[in-house]
Structures are given as structure tokens and as C-alpha cells.
Nanobody, 115 residues
């Protein structure tokens, strides 16, 4: 019984900012990494950013320099600060938690960027 609750999605004008949050709760033995993925209509789900519990980060080239992933380990929460948003960032964003044994996914939150 693991639950990931996402928030922060919405509609924003190009050049604007949003911050996504994902809080994990339930019977998680450990969290090795948390991350964000996105899926645009007609496209495969792709990595946006990941962060390990010690704080190592990884970003897709398309968002590097614009997005920042961070986490609050005691709260089991991961954030994605999205700046300088572009219409190509429009997608459903999914939170993922890796426990070392299992992957857990949020239900997704819609981010829409208008020109």
C-alpha cells in the first residue's frame, strides 16, 4: 500500500513557471531514488529528471538548465521546479519512486504550456 500524491500541474503561458510536488506514503522499505517522467500525446514516456536519496541528479537534455529537481527525504517528497516553460513541455508528468525492489508511480498531473 504505497501512494504517490502529485500536485502543481496546470496551465501556464510560455516562459512561465510551475512547481510540481509528489509526496510518497505507505509501506516503503526504502527510497533509493525519486524522479519525474512525462508523456506527451502520441509519444513515449520519457525521463525528465531523477534524484537519488544522497542527492545525485540527472536531467533530460531538453530540460537541463530550466528544470530543477529536489527532494525532502524526511517527507518522502520530490519537487520539480520548472522555469522558462515551452509549449513542448506540455505533457502529463508522472512521479516515480524507486525502493530498490519496486517502482511506484503517481497517477500523473497535466502540464499545459501555451504560446
Amino acid at each position: 500500500q504505497v501512494q504517490l500524491v502529485e500536485s502543481g500541474g496546470g496551465l501556464v503561458q510560455a516562459g512561465g513557471s510551475l512547481r510540481l510536488s509528489c509526496a510518497a506514503s505507505g509501506n516503503i522499505f526504502r527510497i533509493n531514488a525519486m524522479g519525474w517522467y512525462r508523456q506527451a500525446p502520441g509519444k513515449q514516456r520519457e525521463l525528465v529528471a531523477t534524484i537519488t536519496t544522497p542527492g545525485n541528479t540527472n536531467y533530460a537534455d531538453s530540460v537541463k538548465g530550466r528544470f530543477t529537481i529536489s527532494r525532502d527525504n524526511p517527507k518522502n517528497t520530490v519537487y520539480l521546479q520548472m522555469n522558462s516553460l515551452k509549449p513542448d513541455d506540455t505533457a502529463v508528468y508522472y512521479c516515480k519512486v524507486n525502493s530498490g525492489t519496486w517502482d511506484y508511480w503517481g497517477q500523473g498531473t497535466q502540464v499545459t504550456v501555451s504560446s
